[in-house]
């Protein structure tokens, strides 16, 4: 089956500075990659998500680029602020007839310092 | 707004018994999903159901059986419990179709002692 490693597991950074969260997938066929966000004691919410036939996307400081040659996809946070603490999860699935399937990775807790 | 509620949030029970989680669902999607999370270990899929009359496992089901009583519900359960089944556990919903997003539940933190 398939298999995401996600790093690092754990993040620091400034406020105002960038955040990168790196995670690979095994499986070559698949072609759905979310990510979520889970503050602390509440669910998991999608943020942003990306599919095979696109190699980035952007939703205003959230970016996510996607490189299947490498089987590795990545999350960028811009400008952070205090808000963005949380745990970040991503995640791949392979859409085949009659199956569907997310692998999640184990999680980046990211923590903003003012 | 459309909703994925869960019930009991929290629950305490002793090993050996009998254990029902609730999910019930106002979006109308077809598919729902039943994961366990534990701290560093990041969600683990247990069952998942793309309606009513299709029940799969998922990555880790041994100790756990799911009835799809209605497209707005499905129920999670531990015949015996035992402490290592202390998680917490989280119901989903997507659409159906190719590459949808999953809606997650507000959770069940289980612990078994």
């Known amino acids: 089956g398939e298999n995401v490693e996600q790093h690092p597991s754990t993040l620091s950074v400034q406020e105002g500075d960038s955040a990168v969260i790196k995670c690979t997938y095994s499986?070559?066929?698949?072609?759905?990659f979310p990510w979520y966000k889970q503050e602390l004691g509440k669910r998991p919410q999608l943020i942003i998500d990306i599919r095979s036939n696109v190699g980035e996307k952007k939703d205003q400081r959230i970016a996510v680029t996607l490189n299947k040659t490498a089987k590795h996809f990545s999350l960028h946070i811009t400008e952070t602020q205090p808000e963005d603490s949380a745990v970040y999860f991503c995640?791949?699935?392979?859409?085949?007839?009659?199956?569907?399937?997310?692998?999640f990775g184990k999680g980046t807790k990211l923590s903003v310092i003012p | 707004d459309a909703d994925v509620t869960q019930t009991p949030r929290n629950r305490i029970t002793k090993t050996g018994k009998r254990i029902m989680l609730e999910c019930s669902q106002t979006?109308?999607?077809?598919?729902m999903y039943w994961y366990r999370q534990d701290p560093g270990l990041g969600l683990r899929l247990i069952y998942y159901s793309f309606d009513v009359k299709d029940i799969n496992k998922g990555e880790i089901s041994d100790g756990y059986s799911v009835s799809r009583q209605a497209q707005a519900k499905f129920s999670l359960s531990l015949e015996s419990a035992i402490p290592n089944q202390t998680a917490l556990y989280f119901c989903?919903?997507?659409?159906?179709?190719?590459?949808?997003?999953?809606?997650f539940g507000d959770g069940t933190r289980l612990s078994i002692l």
């Open positions: 989903a919903t997507s659409p159906s179709g190719y590459n949808q997003p999953q809606h």
């Open positions: 995640a791949a699935s392979i859409a085949e007839a009659g199956s569907y399937q997310l692998t």
């Open positions: 499986d070559s066929a698949s072609n759905y």
């Open positions: 979006k109308g999607h077809d598919r």
